[in-house]
C-alpha cells in the first residue's frame, strides 16, 4: 500500500487501518499526515516480519489479506445511500413557485390505496385547492369552515404524485387536500402546509413606485408586505432607521 494510495483514503478509513495494524495514536490531537506515516512504518515493519519467515505460503496468504483489505476499504468508500422515490406514507406538501403558481406533490400509504379501492362506490382522487384566510396555529383551524373563502378541485390519478396548480389570485393563502372521493363523498387523507402568494404589483405600479424609493427599498428587503388599503404596517424601529438613511437608489 502506497503514501498516495493512502492520501485518497478519509480519515475515518485511515483510523480503520490503523486500529487493524495496532497502532496507538492520538486522533484527538493527532494529524492526518503523521497517522500515514505510522501507518505505513507499520505495514513496511509487517512486510519485513513476513519476509523474514521465508515462507512461500504465508506469502502468499499476506498478499491474498492486502488484497481483500484493499477492496473491503475502496467498497466503504464507493458505499452510495440512496434517497428512496417514496416513504410510502400519506401526505401532501405545497411549495410556493411564484406570485401565480405553487407546486405541490403528495403520498398515499399502499394499504390506505387498497382499501379503497375495495370500497364498492371508490371513484377517484381529488386536490381540493383552497384559498384561506388568515394563517392559523393549527391545519385544523386553517381549514375550519369559517376560514375558508373560496376552493376548486383537481381530479388527478391513482400514479400521479405531483402537480403544478395555477393559483389564480395574488396576496391570498393556499392550502391543499388531497381527497378519496367515495359514493359522491370527498374522504379527506391529508391537509398540506398554508402558503401565501405574494402580490403581483409590482410590474402594474411600477410607474408610480419609481417616485417612491422608501417604498420600493421596503418592498425590496422584505420587511414589509404591500398593503391596498395604504395604511402604514411599518415598525416604528424601522421608520425611524429609514429616516436617518440615504435610501436613494
Same mark, same amino acid.
Given at each position: 500500500?502506497?503514501?498516495?494510495?493512502?492520501?485518497? %483514503?478519509?480519515?475515518?478509513?485511515?483510523?480503520?487501518? /490503523?486500529?487493524?495494524?495496532? =497502532?496507538? %495514536?492520538?486522533?484527538?490531537?493527532?494529524?492526518?499526515?503523521?497517522?500515514?506515516?505510522?501507518?505505513?512504518?507499520?505495514?513496511?515493519? $509487517?512486510?519485513?516480519?513476513? /519476509?523474514?519467515?521465508?515462507? !512461500?505460503?504465508?506469502?502468499?496468504? $499476506?498478499? #491474498?489479506?492486502?488484497?481483500?483489505?484493499?477492496?473491503?476499504? #475502496?467498497?466503504?468508500? #464507493?458505499?452510495?445511500?440512496?434517497?428512496?422515490?417514496?416513504?410510502?406514507?400519506?401526505? =401532501?406538501?405545497?411549495?410556493?413557485?411564484?406570485?401565480?403558481? /405553487?407546486?405541490?406533490?403528495?403520498?398515499?400509504?399502499?394499504?390506505?390505496?387498497?382499501?379503497?379501492?375495495?370500497?364498492? &362506490?371508490?371513484?377517484? &382522487?381529488?386536490?381540493?385547492?383552497?384559498?384561506?384566510?388568515?394563517?392559523?396555529? *393549527? #391545519?385544523?383551524? $386553517?381549514?375550519?369552515?369559517?376560514?375558508?373563502?373560496?376552493?376548486?378541485?383537481?381530479?388527478?390519478?391513482?400514479?400521479?404524485? $405531483?402537480?403544478? =396548480?395555477?393559483?389564480?389570485?395574488?396576496?391570498k393563502n393556499f392550502g391543499i387536500q388531497l381527497c378519496a372521493l367515495v359514493h359522491g363523498k370527498e374522504i379527506v387523507l391529508s391537509s398540506s402546509n398554508v402558503i401565501k402568494s405574494p402580490r403581483g404589483?409590482? /410590474?402594474?405600479? =411600477? !410607474?408610480?413606485?419609481?417616485?417612491? *424609493?422608501?417604498t420600493m427599498t421596503m418592498l425590496l428587503s422584505g420587511l414589509w408586505d404591500y398593503n391596498d388599503s395604504g395604511e402604514n404596517v411599518l415598525p416604528q424601529r424601522i421608520i425611524s432607521i429609514m429616516e436617518?438613511?440615504?435610501?436613494?437608489?
Amino acid at each position: 500500500m502506497t503514501r498516495d494510495r493512502l492520501f485518497t %483514503y478519509s480519515v475515518l478509513d485511515l483510523y480503520k487501518i /490503523a486500529d487493524n495494524e495496532g =497502532i496507538k %495514536y492520538d486522533y484527538l490531537n493527532g494529524n492526518r499526515e503523521k497517522l500515514i506515516e505510522k501507518i505505513l512504518d507499520a505495514l513496511e515493519e $509487517s512486510e519485513k516480519e513476513r /519476509a523474514d519467515t521465508n515462507n !512461500d505460503a504465508m506469502r502468499l496468504k $499476506s498478499k #491474498k489479506y492486502d488484497i481483500l483489505q484493499d477492496c473491503e476499504l #475502496k467498497a466503504q468508500e #464507493k458505499q452510495i445511500y440512496s434517497i428512496p422515490e417514496r416513504y410510502n406514507d400519506t401526505r =401532501i406538501v405545497l411549495l410556493l413557485r411564484g406570485p401565480l403558481w /405553487a407546486y405541490t406533490y403528495w403520498d398515499i400509504n399502499e394499504s390506505k390505496v387498497s382499501e379503497l379501492k375495495d370500497e364498492i &362506490f371508490f371513484e377517484g &382522487f381529488l386536490l381540493r385547492v383552497y384559498e384561506l384566510g388568515e394563517r392559523k396555529a *393549527s #391545519k385544523k383551524e $386553517s381549514y375550519s369552515k369559517e376560514n375558508i373563502l373560496d376552493y376548486y378541485d383537481i381530479p388527478v390519478d391513482e400514479t400521479d404524485d $405531483s402537480w403544478y =396548480i395555477n393559483l389564480g389570485k395574488t396576496g391570498k393563502n393556499f392550502g391543499i387536500q388531497l381527497c378519496a372521493l367515495v359514493h359522491g363523498k370527498e374522504i379527506v387523507l391529508s391537509s398540506s402546509n398554508v402558503i401565501k402568494s405574494p402580490r403581483g404589483f409590482m /410590474a402594474e405600479n =411600477i !410607474d408610480n413606485l419609481s417616485n417612491d *424609493s422608501e417604498t420600493m427599498t421596503m418592498l425590496l428587503s422584505g420587511l414589509w408586505d404591500y398593503n391596498d388599503s395604504g395604511e402604514n404596517v411599518l415598525p416604528q424601529r424601522i421608520i425611524s432607521i429609514m429616516e436617518n438613511q440615504d435610501l436613494s437608489f
